[in-house]
């Protein structure tokens, strides 16, 4: 899978949230300035926490597949190069340093993508839609948009 944005700013333990708001991608988001001409905030629609209908079912089953595609990559990206997982050591540098060689395997790992060199095998865990934030606000235009979603499903 290639990378075509990395956002290497803040830890691994930053919400996703946090840092989609905080990209380039997310700037261009809420500038509409993207094919689908949706705001951030509309964007970035939790999947109802208890579904109860057979459309909000397939919804959260459609958001966690979706979010499955990004949790792919970030463990492809892991598995090749094992400095960024755990298991495989810690980068023990200055942040700023840390995030310059994140950087470094994104695009080496889009180079050996592209020249056909496989992959370690990668844990997939089960899909788990993030239920966002813990101090998250429901907000009420992506609660309406979600319902609009959820309608045309």
Request: proline letters at 7%.
């Amino acid at each position: 899978m290639r990378l075509t944005n990395i956002v290497a700013r803040w830890p691994g333990s930053t919400h996703d949230s946090f840092v989609l708001t905080n990209s380039s991608v997310g700037t261009r988001l809420e500038a509409g300035r993207v094919r689908q001409r949706l705001r951030l905030t509309t964007m970035a629609v939790n999947p109802p926490r208890q579904p109860t209908t057979v459309r909000e079912k397939r919804y959260n089953n459609i958001h966690a597949r979706t979010r499955s595609v990004v949790e792919r990559a970030i463990g492809q990206l892991k598995s090749r190069w094992r400095c960024l997982e755990r298991s495989g050591g810690m980068l023990l540098y200055h942040p700023e340093k840390v995030c310059r060689i994140v950087q470094a395997c994104g695009v080496l790992h889009n180079i050996a993508h592209r020249q056909g060199v496989p992959l370690r095998e990668v844990k997939v865990l089960p899909d788990d839609p993030d239920p966002g934030p813990n101090n998250a606000q429901p907000n009420a235009e992506a609660i309406r948009t979600r319902q609009q979603l959820i309608a045309k499903i």
